[in-house]
């Protein structure tokens, strides 16, 4: 695996890299033309760039808006190395807290450009005009997440993902309005089209006419999120789904560690079985709020019985155990970590819901705390409990009140007045398309973006880093490496969408979308969904060992072909069919929780959020074997998913020593 | 408990719609509205007949996909929740629900409760932006400090999801609130300031041109948008318009 990783010292290697690639001049732009698939955050602040340098670029997203896409969702933050807050923050430490959250499994150059370029992301959203919280001075304001020892979050109240995202569909939009970017909404990739061994073109499906189009581009990037609804129950939208990405990868793109996915720790946990998905609180909640379970079993029973109230017990019946384990970083340990957490004290027996999988996170003294500072810079000398509390209450809500809202609209409870109930769930996934240093994958002119690609996270992802990856892939890396590629392409021309290439790939997607619609009709697309759903959870999950992940591997492929012989898809393919847009979705995924489970049954050690229970510490930590496994698993397809070949890329450390990871 | 549900049911664009009948048993208050029709679906789905189509992406009230026009209301009886974060437990057993698309003249239906809003879109291309290209070399982010109360207030008009309901509610189907949502963002922030002229000239140039109607002051979008977006921002829009047609 030849990742591409400039030479030199690590923290040249970029501003080397930049002054050594090919450039394209302005004039041979204008004859170029890009795809970009997906238009959140990495695919939309990617084509917006790419215009602005001159080139055509179609836009592709299955919304009706680029402004949908599920980046949108993403709720605490942005990090950024600017150490506005003077706490000693560095491009470096950014890159240490990076490579060490995710448990050594990431590389190194590219974990320090992403540093490196976060700084600026935060001077081009502000130029955007992204109204980023400010302190009174009118400077920019900081909060902290898990993993870190610095505040260098910068957020909009709970809503930073849709701030940052509406900032890149703004200069999208500048783009459209120019000519420089044709966007095609409703309208979902099916293929990828391979020209002489390179990407050249998509077949899309126009979803509200149902029409098979073709369309031809010199490079194309998949910016197209990741694969956390293979679980069903993810806090991904609905539509969230790993098409484009297994497209390419059934075309020759190499799929990396599938198996590296994060649990969440703090989402409403699921209510019953008509569920259709999860919400996030933010891990920004975990800078107030305290994470707790009761320390007596009969107070456990009790709270699930309904016959006592969490505000009654005595703090000294609770076990905060999260500061209980790791007294340095408390409640905001990375997030393998108090996920997993939770589920040994629900596992235990002390969860606090009637399924027994909740733990409380509580607000009590951050309002009381809040409260009380509120009260002296307002001027108030001796105030009583009451008034304190009332203070306290607004400052939080001024801090998280949109989250506050969401939660008791769903769980139809007051969390300023007792303690939130959570549990871990599906969220994001940092494995997905295997990139170089350019973000190309091993497809020559196809690109990968943002939650698509595999390569900053490691095995565990920190809070509030997903949005800076996003926007560093697509404002600040991508539009340069790629010039790199189409500076060859300078002489080649239109690409021609009349070519036998296209011909056999619409053929190929006309026939998989007629098996879809031939199935006997037992049963519908969500019937298979929630099943794969279930096994993914249950053997796939938060925790995984050989038995069961062999047990996985054997009943993902028999549901597949259940699948693809009893499936029920109504409607027609020519018109809007949404049932049919589900099904081919949920067909790739039935491919991929195989791969997902091979990939995690291989990696025989724990690390970030992939843990093995057969390879834990005495203490129930990740027991990483950087002997054998220090490397990245690139899956080469080869017909079935469970005879996809490995290809190892070696992890080099050279500026950081590899250690076992601690927050104690 | 069972619902009585009265739903639009269109083809396509070109078809005529009308509203269909259904019963459902079983519904559960911790439902969200849309998994109630989830529900449904699957209903009709394994009678062999053709599920209704309906818009919804993120299901946590902030993609601004879903829609519904339920009992007259845009995203139902709650307040400041979109479809997706209502839930069954607002409704009783035995209700009868009527659910419609959203119904505007510049939303054209596309298939049962889904419309078409690419209108909103093709406003945001007029002028919803700053003209500044990423080149690595913007000036730092703390080079301009913002007043604390601006800042919040152009946040506070940055939440407005796109989702249609302003229009819906209205009585003229006027965009407004959608439109100065945006307007008064940037009007509010130094950054916007420089094409604040042209900016809003062209937004409601375009909203005008895609048949929005025009807006009365009965405040019924402010009421039922789901973000809160307050009517000073229409308020502040009209005032930059006058002061942008002065300025010529």
């Known amino acids: ?664 | 408990m069972k619902l009585y549900l009265k739903i639009w049911r269109q083809k396509d664009a070109s078809s005529a719609g009308k509203i269909v009948d259904y019963t459902l048993d079983g519904v559960e208050g911790d439902m969200s509205f849309l998994e109630m029709l989830d529900i449904l679906n699957e209903e009709l789905i394994s009678k062999g007949e053709e599920p209704v189509e309906f818009d919804h992406d993120c299901r946590e009230g902030i993609c601004g996909t879903c829609s519904l026009q339920i009992n007259g209301e845009p995203h139902g009886p709650d307040r400041l929740v979109t479809t997706c974060q209502l839930h069954m437990r607002k409704f009783n057993d035995g209700d009868t629900i009527v659910i419609e698309p959203f119904r505007a003249k510049a939303f054209p239906v596309i298939k049962d409760l889904i419309v078409d809003r690419s209108a909103f879109d093709r406003i945001q291309q007029a002028g919803g932006y700053i003209s500044v290209n990423t080149s690595g070399n913007t000036v730092d982010a703390n080079c301009i400090p913002i007043n604390k109360h601006d800042a919040d207030e152009a946040m506070d008009a940055a939440t407005c999801i796109g989702c249609g309901a302003c229009v819906a509610a209205c009585k003229n189907a006027s965009a407004m609130l959608f439109t100065s949502a945006k307007v008064s963002q940037f009007a509010l922030l130094p950054q916007g300031r420089v094409e604040a002229v042209e900016r809003v000239q062209n937004m409601v140039r375009q909203m005008d041109l895609e048949g929005f109607g025009n807006c009365t002051n009965t405040g019924a979008c402010e009421v039922e948008c789901p973000k809160g977006i307050s009517l000073t921002n229409i308020a502040r829009m009209n005032r930059e318009y006058l002061s942008a047609t002065l300025k010529g």
Request: aromatic content about 10%.
């Open chain 1, 1 to 664: 695996m030849d990742s591409k990783i400039p030479s030199g010292p690590l923290a040249d290697k970029w501003t080397k890299h930049k002054n050594d690639i090919n450039l394209v001049n302005p004039a041979n732009k204008r004859n170029i033309d890009v795809i970009v698939v997906g238009t959140g955050l990495a695919g939309g602040a990617a084509a917006a760039t790419l215009a602005e340098l001159g080139y055509n670029v179609k836009t592709f997203c299955y919304q009706d808006s680029p402004r949908r896409a599920h980046s949108i969702a993403a709720q605490g933050g942005i990090n950024a190395a600017k150490n506005y807050q003077g706490d000693g923050d560095s491009n470096y430490r950014l890159f240490y807290d990076t490579i060490k959250g995710g448990d050594y499994r990431s590389r190194e150059a590219n974990v320090y450009r992403l540093a490196e370029v976060s700084g600026n992301i935060i001077d081009q959203c502000v130029a955007q005009g992204v109204p980023f919280a400010r302190e009174y001075g009118g400077m920019l304001d900081n909060r902290s997440f898990g993993g870190v020892l610095v505040s260098r979050t910068f957020y909009a109240k709970g809503q930073t993902g849709q701030q940052l995202l509406l900032g890149a569909y703004s200069a999208m939009n500048r783009q459209i309005n120019r000519g420089k970017i044709q966007a095609y909404n409703r309208h979902e990739m099916m293929d990828l089209v391979l020209v002489d061994g390179k990407a050249r073109g998509i077949i899309a499906r126009d979803l509200v006419s149902g029409e098979i189009e073709r369309h031809s581009a010199h490079a194309v990037v998949l910016a197209t999120g990741g694969y956390g609804n293979v679980f069903f129950l993810s806090t991904n939208a609905m539509g969230s789904n790993v098409m484009a990405a297994w497209r390419a990868h059934r075309k020759g793109a190499f799929f990396a560690n599938p198996c590296f996915t994060q649990i969440h720790p703090t989402c409403i946990p699921v209510s019953g079985e008509h569920q259709s998905k999860l919400t996030l609180m933010s891990e920004s909640l975990r800078n107030d709020g305290r994470i707790w379970v009761p320390k007596k079993m009969e107070d456990a029973v009790a709270i699930r019985e309904g016959k006592l109230k969490p505000t009654q017990l005595a703090e000294e019946d609770r076990d905060y155990y999260l500061e209980r384990r790791y007294p340095a970083f408390g409640n905001l340990v990375p997030r393998d970590v108090a996920s997993r957490a939770a589920k040994e004290r629900c596992d235990a027996g002390f969860g606090v819901n009637k399924t027994g999988e909740a733990v409380y996170l509580d607000f009590a003294s951050a309002i009381k705390r809040y409260g009380k500072e509120k009260a002296l810079t307002s001027g108030l000398k001796n105030p009583d409990e009451a008034t304190i509390i009332k203070l306290g209450e607004e400052v939080i809500e001024a801090k998280y009140g949109n989250l506050f809202q969401m939660y008791e609209k769903i769980v139809d409870e007051n969390p300023y007045k007792t303690p939130m109930m959570i549990y871990p769930a599906v969220h994001y996934t940092m494995g997905g398309l295997w990139v170089d240093y350019n973000l190309q994958t091993t497809i020559p002119g196809c690109y990968a973006a943002g939650e698509a690609n595999f390569s900053d996270h490691g095995a565990n992802r920190l809070g509030a880093s997903a949005l800076m990856q996003g926007l560093a892939d697509g404002y600040f890396v991508l539009p340069y490496t790629i010039g790199d590629y189409l500076s060859h392409d300078i002489r080649t021309g239109k690409i021609p969408t009349d070519s036998a290439a296209f011909d056999e790939a619409e053929k190929q997607v006309r026939d998989r979308m007629e098996k879809l619609m031939g199935g006997s009709g037992i049963h519908s697309v969500d019937y298979y969904h929630k099943k794969l759903g279930k096994i993914m959870w249950n053997k796939c999950g938060m925790a995984r060992n050989a038995k069961e992940l062999e047990e996985a591997v054997k009943e993902i492929s028999d549901l597949r072909k259940d699948f693809w012989e009893n499936v029920k898809v109504p409607g027609t393919i020519d018109s809007k069919n949404q049932e049919l847009e589900k099904a081919g979705r949920v067909a790739d995924f039935l491919e991929l929780g195989e791969l997902f489970a091979k990939d995690a049954l291989h990696r025989n050690e724990s690390c970030g959020g992939h843990f093995r229970e057969e390879y834990q510490t005495e203490e129930g930590e990740a027991l990483r074997d950087d002997k054998n496994f220090k490397y990245v698993a690139a899956w080469e397809f080869a017909g079935e998913p469970k005879d996809a070949k490995l290809h190892k890329e070696d992890l080099v450390y050279e500026n950081i020593e590899l250690k076992t990871r601690s927050y104690k």
